[in-house]
């Protein structure tokens, strides 16, 4: 059986402590006894009593004196005292209250009265040990809570200061980033005016030396060479009306290039032109190359594929596969030709450039088929211009 607590007894008469030492012990309390008022000192210097039942009367140091003794250490200063006394008069038991009594018994006590009072009195005790404890831990907490909001205050002004300086030199960036942009540009567009400038001029000198040429074989090498000069000059008009300067609207790019090589070649009556697509654009560098093959493609389906007086169609069909390849198709429903034969007209060499380009420029295939009307299909993937722009 655990103990109910230890209990000080504080008497001059052995007698009484006795009695006392019985009753407590029988009802499960330790008991710790002394004969006087400095022996009860002495004693809670060793061990510090749980709650003391002290005589008002003794020799040398009364009750009383005890009592604030004890009143004035800080190891017992919170220890409950109930005196025990045979003096009856209210003006000593208010003293014993003064003094600092939690109560007061009269002798002759009655054994239960005591074990009733005591552990009442050692009840509130332990209580009131327990609540002061808790304000203890609670008033920790708030010093810690107190010393955690100063932290954070300094390190919020902290923040603040590097959040203002951080935006200070992003707004500084931007402004200088905004500066470089509409520098580059500027120069973006003056470097594409002087490339389609020159471009054009080529094509002018390619067109004035064709009027001169009588020799047809010599003709075929200059309208061959203006019409390449002629697809870099529509890419980068193209270029031009794009707002990144990177890339290329597809159906547009072929429409245009369809007619310059119409109205290069003069054919008639004008071949329908069918485009499908399911992309809306392509980088400059994949565009160039596949411009020159498109170039090559309709030209010869333009120039040699259909009889005289017929209305012929060209299809042209650009996608890409759902495993990020991509199939260029240009087919006509024209009469087809023998593959390596060389007419007079150059189609089986133009046919030579075509793979030559998907090989050194596309790193792709290309499938030509001539049963019904002639059709070549290239098969590449994306590399991100990596061999687009080696010569």
Do not use: W
């Not at 093959?293 to 759902?322: M, P």
């Not at 087919?331 to 089986?348: L, P, R």
């Amino acid at each position: 059986m655990s103990s109910k607590g230890c209990v000080l007894v504080v008497d001059d008469q052995s007698l009484n402590v006795k009695l006392l030492d019985t009753i407590l012990t029988r009802n499960g309390f330790d008991v710790m006894k002394a004969y006087g008022g400095q022996e009860a000192l002495d004693a809670c210097k060793d061990s510090v009593p749980d709650i003391i039942l002290l005589d008002m009367m003794m020799p040398g140091m009364d009750g009383l004196q005890t009592c604030h003794a004890l009143k004035s250490n800080p190891l017992t200063a919170a220890v409950p005292v109930i005196f025990i006394s045979a003096l009856t008069d209210v003006s000593d038991k208010v003293n014993a209250f003064t003094h600092g009594g939690v109560d007061y018994i009269t002798k002759p006590f009655q054994k239960e009265e005591v074990i009733s009072r005591v552990e009442s009195h050692l009840r509130i005790y332990r209580l009131q040990k327990s609540l002061d404890e808790k304000n203890s831990h609670l008033k920790q907490s708030q010093n810690e809570l107190t010393t955690l909001n100063q932290l954070l205050a300094a390190y919020n002004d902290k923040l603040e200061d590097m959040v203002r300086s951080r935006t200070q030199e992003l707004d500084n960036t931007n402004k200088q980033l905004t500066v470089s942009l509409k520098e580059k540009e500027i120069l973006i567009k003056e470097v594409h005016h002087r490339v389609r400038n020159n471009l054009q001029i080529i094509s002018s000198m390619l067109n004035l030396g064709l009027s001169n040429i009588t020799n047809p074989e010599f003709a075929a090498v200059f309208r061959s060479s203006y019409s390449r000069v002629r697809v870099l000059s529509v890419i980068h008009d193209k270029l031009c009306e794009s707002i990144d300067f990177s890339s290329v609207n597809i159906e547009d790019f072929i429409n245009v290039l369809f007619s310059e090589l119409v109205s290069a070649y003069g054919a008639r009556p004008i071949p329908s032109l069918a485009i499908v697509s399911n992309m809306d654009s392509l980088g400059i560098n994949i565009m160039i190359t596949c411009g020159l093959i498109l170039n090559e493609l309709v030209s010869n389906s333009i120039r040699h594929a259909f009889a005289k007086d017929i209305q012929g169609i060209i299809t042209v069909t650009f996608n890409q596969t759902e495993n990020g390849e991509l199939v260029l198709i240009a087919s006509d429903n024209g009469t087809g030709f023998a593959e390596g034969t060389s007419d007079k007209g150059g189609t089986y060499h133009g046919l030579q450039v075509v793979k030559d380009l998907v090989q050194s420029k596309l790193k792709g295939t290309t499938q030509i088929n001539s049963a019904n009307g002639t059709t070549v299909t290239i098969t590449f993937k994306d590399v991100g211009g990596k061999y687009h722009n080696i010569v």
